[in-house]
């Protein structure tokens, strides 16, 4: 991969984060004062019986440095996930439906130089998908995981590893119950000191996908 490549990922993964952020506090702000009993406009895809929630997805991960973990090891990810939501359990700012990921993710590559190591792996996810207004609805995910690999990564640990992650994203309601997902992932991948060597790869991940309430 060139390095302008990865600049060019570099500038649209602050834009995705920026844009994330400043999507979601809006929204967080007037869940925290809307009454529960009124709906929004347009109508939320939020049912309060919960549901489910369907998507696809892709990311593309740059490496940082953290610790003394791998470097210049860049993370290129593509998947399917499945969230079951219950209904609406918090209040306040938090106000919105908690759920239950599966997230299987069938190709991941590592890439580092000319070098590519590619993966599989699943991951179980939290998700707290908050009840927001308009079109734009704020999602909080933490999780956990496994990948196994065609080859040592980073070369020298394991060919299996453990994946940590959490993100950050918006919801654009481009439908009654489809939306355009954009958001940000902190993903740290590791052997968890099953190996002869344990450095750990960290990436800063822009995440696109479609999402499908049901």
Same mark, same amino acid.
């Given at each position: 991969?060139?390095?302008?490549?990865?600049?060019?990922?570099?500038?649209?993964?602050?834009?995705?984060?920026?844009?994330?952020?400043?999507?979601?506090?809006?929204?967080?702000?007037?869940?925290?004062?809307?009454?529960?009993?009124?709906?929004?406009?347009?109508?939320?895809?939020?049912?309060?019986?919960?549901?489910?929630?369907?998507?696809?997805?892709?990311?593309?991960?740059?490496?940082?440095?953290?610790?003394?973990?791998?470097? *210049?090891?860049?993370?290129?990810?593509?998947? $399917?996930?499945?969230?079951?939501?219950?209904?609406?359990?918090?209040?306040?700012?938090?106000?919105?439906?908690?759920?239950?990921?599966?997230?299987? $993710?069938?190709?991941?590559?590592? $890439?580092?130089?000319?070098?590519?190591?590619?993966?599989?792996?699943?991951?179980?996810?939290?998700?707290?998908?908050?009840?927001?207004?308009?079109? $734009?609805?704020?999602?909080?995910?933490?999780?956990?995981?496994?990948?196994?690999?065609?080859?040592?990564?980073?070369?020298?640990?394991?060919?299996?590893?453990?994946?940590?992650?959490?993100?950050?994203?918006? *919801?654009?309601?481009?439908?009654?119950?489809?939306?355009?997902?954009?958001?940000?992932?902190?993903?740290?991948?590791?052997?968890? *000191?099953?190996?002869?060597?344990?450095?750990?790869?960290?990436?800063?991940?822009?995440?696109?996908?479609?999402?499908?309430?049901?």
């Amino acid at each position: 991969m060139s390095q302008r490549f990865w600049n060019l990922g570099g500038r649209a993964l602050a834009a995705a984060l920026l844009f994330s952020l400043f999507s979601a506090a809006p929204a967080l702000a007037q869940a925290a004062a809307a009454d529960p009993q009124v709906a929004t406009s347009p109508p939320s895809p939020l049912r309060p019986e919960g549901g489910n929630v369907w998507s696809v997805f892709y990311g593309l991960g740059l490496n940082q440095e953290i610790n003394h973990s791998a470097r *210049d090891i860049h993370i290129a990810s593509a998947g $399917v996930r499945w969230t079951h939501l219950w209904s609406p359990k918090l209040d306040g700012i938090l106000r919105g439906h908690p759920g239950f990921g599966i997230e299987l $993710v069938p190709v991941t590559a590592f $890439v580092k130089a000319d070098e590519t190591a590619w993966a599989l792996g699943g991951n179980l996810l939290y998700e707290h998908h908050f009840v927001g207004g308009g079109r $734009v609805l704020p999602v909080w995910k933490i999780g956990a995981g496994f990948l196994y690999a065609d080859r040592e990564v980073p070369a020298g640990e394991t060919r299996h590893n453990f994946s940590l992650l959490t993100a950050l994203g918006v *919801d654009v309601m481009v439908a009654e119950r489809s939306a355009l997902f954009l958001g940000y992932r902190f993903h740290h991948v590791s052997n968890a *000191d099953t190996g002869r060597i344990n450095p750990g790869i960290n990436a800063h991940t822009m995440m696109f996908g479609l999402t499908f309430y049901r």
